[in-house]
């Protein structure tokens, strides 16, 4: 059997069917510098077409003959090219004026200005990234698009458990092993050895998230993968091993998360996470999980 | 070497205070560097970002860009076509600006038909305007 029917038959033993599909462009127009109306028309003016994504407070389709990554618009921090489902996390999060936030994977930095705008550049959001080369680019795109509130650390997040500060609210998207939709190579690529890899790096981002939590915060989990080894069970074995309980998502998008694992019953409780298949919901893979610390 | 720069543009204090790190230079406020003293780990970035020393020059930030458009005279306007060139990184010759102020060897602010500060450069002696710095810089720090 090929790698990729070895997923596909993973994908129907949890449910789903499989298709590829065609992206569509998405963006996310940036409120701390222009309103929808202005932006609407700005941007229909010079010939692309928009068409909002009812899911998202902020998002649109859009489709242009041209790059929508180097013109002035893109280049004034107008809005941020974002895939559809990458825009939920931070919408879930709903950050408030006053609060401080921290964004623990924040390179290239497409949620943490959106953390911010949806802040309207009150509060204070930390923004970690260990690497100088990602750093660079979170650097760029928060002064593209006119953050004001963030402040960045290139080191190891788990560091920040060294000083006393704790968070009321954190976005972990975490680095995961990805999705077919986004890698057009992902099938050859990938194995479970990886995935399972994956996923225990993600249970150790995890810990640290609730670490950093105060109590009663929120925490926002989220990945590009479909692979239940880092999604729906890494939610049990932090229900398993951490004092929080799994909050409803509000979401009308997505479908609930497994609670049956290839035979392993789990929690009814992540029946409240969001999973995304891209043929169900025309986006990449996804899984979101909103958790509050008790 | 930041407010050298701002001096070039205009004798107003538009930036108040400011805070170095390495060599770059930010606006950051009272919650920010709260949380900054409990970390007690120097950050990488802060609060509004004002510009960076590369060696001997100052480059500027767009927020600074923009802030200088709205205090200063030393601006001219481009035409569509000169926008396009200058944010490509070209200069912009004299039938391209809509609207021209400033001398021989002045620097100059350079704005679209919007209004909209897309960088700065130098006038020459053919009234055309040198390049020296446009937004279009954030595509090629990726690069």
């Keep these: ?294 | 070497m930041l407010k050298k720069f701002i001096t070039q543009f205009t004798s107003e204090e538009i930036v108040g205070d400011f805070t170095k790190v390495n060599n770059e230079y930010f606006v950051i406020n009272e919650s920010l560097k709260q949380i900054i003293s409990q970390i007690k780990t120097k950050p990488s970035f802060a609060g509004i970002h004002l510009g960076i020393e590369k060696g001997k020059t100052f480059v500027p930030s767009l927020y600074l860009l923009q802030k200088l458009c709205t205090v200063s005279n030393k601006k001219i306007i481009t035409d569509k076509k000169g926008e396009w060139m200058f944010i490509c990184g070209k200069n912009i010759f004299q039938k391209s600006i809509i609207k021209f102020a400033g001398n021989n060897e002045d620097l100059v602010l350079v704005q679209n038909e919007f209004g909209e500060c897309l960088g700065y450069g130098k006038i020459t002696t053919e009234k055309s305007v040198q390049h020296i710095f446009d937004i279009g810089d954030f595509l090629r720090r990726e690069r």
């Design chain 1, 1 to 294: 059997m090929d790698n990729k029917q070895f997923f596909i038959n993973r994908y129907k033993q949890l449910g789903s069917g499989f298709a590829e599909i065609q992206l569509k462009k998405s963006l996310r127009v940036n409120t701390l510098k222009i309103t929808h109306e202005k932006f609407v028309e700005r941007m229909t003016s010079i010939g692309v077409k928009l068409a909002k994504i009812n899911f998202l407070q902020d998002g649109y389709y859009a489709e242009s003959k041209f790059s929508l990554g180097a013109i002035t618009e893109y280049l004034l921090g107008y809005y941020y090219l974002q895939e559809a489902a990458a825009q939920l996390p931070a919408q879930i999060l709903e950050s408030q004026a006053n609060e401080t936030v921290l964004d623990m994977c924040a390179s290239p930095g497409g949620k943490t200005t959106q953390l911010a705008q949806l802040m309207h550049n009150k509060g204070t959001i930390v923004a970690v990234e260990q690497k100088q080369h990602r750093l660079e680019a979170l650097k760029s795109n928060v002064e593209r698009m006119g953050a004001e509130n963030i402040i960045i650390y290139r080191t190891d997040v788990k560091n920040l458990q060294k000083s006393n500060t704790k968070f009321d609210k954190i976005l972990l998207d975490a680095p995961c092993s990805g999705n077919y939709v986004t890698d057009k190579s992902w099938f050859q690529k990938r194995d479970i050895t990886g995935i399972q890899k994956s996923a225990d790096i993600q249970k150790q981002l995890l810990k640290t998230a609730i670490n950093l939590l105060k109590t009663n915060g929120i925490l926002v989990y989220s990945t590009c993968s479909l692979e239940p080894e880092e999604n729906e069970l890494n939610i049990q074995w932090l229900l398993n091993n951490f004092k929080v309980e799994l909050q409803n998502t509000q979401l009308k998008v997505g479908d609930e998360g497994l609670t049956n694992v290839f035979g392993r019953k789990l929690s009814n409780e992540i029946k409240k996470c969001k999973r995304f298949w891209p043929h169900k919901t025309s986006t990449e893979g996804f899984f979101i999980v909103k958790v509050k610390k008790c």
